[in-house]
């Protein structure tokens, strides 16, 4: 941090008060005073002027100190004023007779200065509500050439020293690209217990000035979309072996912690380069799932804007709607050696699953009145497409290249500069080509981690199936991540094993070989949903003093005072719902 202020925690002000500070700035006359008994009382008390400070008082004497006028502290106890009367109100000010004759602008910067000692800290899951005047204990990175806005900067918290959060600025309000208080407090519930080493999270929030802020874990320094572009220098000062090695590692970081979510009943939503993101010790993670940006607010306001990332990174149910006449079928385990994406003996040909009899097709899609979306499963193809960035990244192809590649059969002569259609749903052929070249490159590589390439690029290819149900689940992407980094790479401890939803990585319930047909997955699963019965979170967070009730939330309180009547009720409901299995 460039510059870090002095926050007075009641720790520090008992530390500071001693006999010895309060005599520094006490007259000689005036020292003798502190031994004398209390002014008050008629008798019936033996307290001394310095126990009263030392007990009661020491929040305004700091206060005293820093407006110059020590020696009113006698006066004060006189009158009986101790800390449990701050904070003083502004027009009680003037009873406190700091001068002679009444000075508006002392008593003006005694009001404010008492909130320096009357801190409110922000602790891991709490919503605070600041009044206006009072001081937010906080220390913001202002150093220069950091890449923020204004609604979005790095803070410390002085209670929770080196850990640095990312900080989002919300405008509370009906206005366009605001929130409402109830869905500002709606979105900061939903999310205080979803916690992952690899995700974004929530950690507290505060209102103050009419604007909400929230606090992630996390802050990042560049994303995928910025690292296919160009690779930072954390990256580029890796031996070559231990980047082709992380390479494959990020990819069974973010399989792993997708199947965290999917197991706790949840989705991300929105998968994408820009939302993968890295720190400078190459640690990958998620953007949070929450609508708690100022981006995500403003296109939420904006529905006829058009993102080109978001779209090209879709799955095709989101552009097409889906066949009601299938809407109830399960995923299939869709790496079954019998799936219709089938792979040539040399493993550098591949096909992406169109469709098939218990499916509709993407034209018969169209003409469907009521879209049915599975969240999940939506997940998984854009999943598959940032996994398919990720080994072109390892295999050094350009991603504006596969972007062209994917465009190609859109372009005409004498078009001029439109817009190609380079999105990984509309040109599931040029994907298939892509991943044959990419595939066949790394079959020519010496490198045990090139083996891991072409049985990737089969479990994405089953990732990319047009209809949703024939996608495998996040848990059959880990596992087969799991057997291809340890088998194929080598990598004999990959990041992130963990276990979800009852599963593992038991040899009963996968196989892997390498015959004639190629590379060849098999998976035994349950036929039912695939919301596991039982879930296993990473990470769980301790439920919070203030936290807030959904039932208030549908009262419709608004501003300040709906924030604090929320923050008023103790009880926190989604735990039952947790046991209940309906998280």
Known sequence: MSTVAMWWDPSRIEATVTRQFVCLHLLPEEIKRLDLPLAFG???????????????????????????????????????????????????????????????????????????????????????????????????????????????????????????????????????????????????????????????????????????????????????????????????????????????????????????????????????????????????????????????????????????????????????????????????????????????????????????????????????PTPSLNPQAVDIFSLGCVILELLSLLMKRQTRAFASHRAAKHKQAGRGGAVLDSSFHKNIGQVESWMAGLAKDASKKDDQVFRGVAPMLQVVARMLSVLPHERPTAQEVGRSTYKILTENCQIMEPHCVHQYGGWDFGLGNLHISRGGEGFNIATRRHSGSTRPSTARPMTHRPMSSGSIREEDLASGSSGLQGMQSIRSNKVRNWQARIAAGFV
């Open 42 to 368: 008629d008798g019936l008390t033996d307290g001394t002027y310095w126990e009263w400070i030392d007990e009661k008082a020491k929040r305004i004497f700091l206060i005293l100190v820093d407006l110059g006028v020590p020696d009113q502290i006698f006066g004060l106890i006189d009158d009986s004023w101790d800390d449990n009367d701050l904070p003083i109100p502004p027009d009680q000010i003037e009873r406190l007779s700091l001068t002679p004759t009444r000075d508006e602008k002392l008593d003006k910067r005694f009001y404010f200065r008492q909130f320096h000692y009357l801190l409110k800290f922000i602790e891991k899951g709490a919503h605070v509500v600041y009044e206006e005047p009072e001081v937010v204990p906080i220390n913001v990175d202002k150093r220069p050439g950091l890449a923020l806005n204004s609604a979005v900067d790095r803070v410390e918290l002085p209670n929770i020293p080196g850990e640095v959060f990312s900080r989002r600025r919300i405008p509370i309000g009906t206005g366009p690209g605001m929130l409402t208080c109830k869905d500002f407090l709606t979105e900061t519930e939903k999310t205080n217990y979803v916690e992952c080493d690899h995700l974004v999270s929530y950690f507290g929030s505060y209102y103050h000035n009419g604007q909400g802020y929230v606090l992630f874990t996390l802050p990042s320094d560049y994303s995928l979309k910025s690292l296919l572009v160009n690779m930072p220098s954390p990256l580029k000062s890796l031996a070559k072996q231990d980047r082709r090695q992380l390479f494959m590692n990020w990819i069974h970081c973010l399989v792993d912690t997708l199947s965290f979510l999917h197991s706790r009943g949840l989705s991300h939503g929105n998968i994408r380069p820009s939302t993968v993101l890295f720190n400078n010790y190459n640690h990958v993670f998620y953007s949070d799932i929450t609508r708690l940006s100022a981006e995500a607010i403003a296109s939420s306001a904006d529905k006829a804007a058009f993102d080109k990332e978001t779209y090209d990174y879709a799955a095709p149910e989101q552009w097409y709607r889906p066949s009601t006449n299938h809407s109830s079928l399960h995923r299939k385990s869709a790496l079954i050696a019998t799936s219709s994406a089938s792979t040539s003996s040399d493993n550098s040909t591949f096909s992406i699953s169109r469709g098939s009899s218990e499916g509709g097709t993407p034209a018969s899609m169209l003409h469907t």
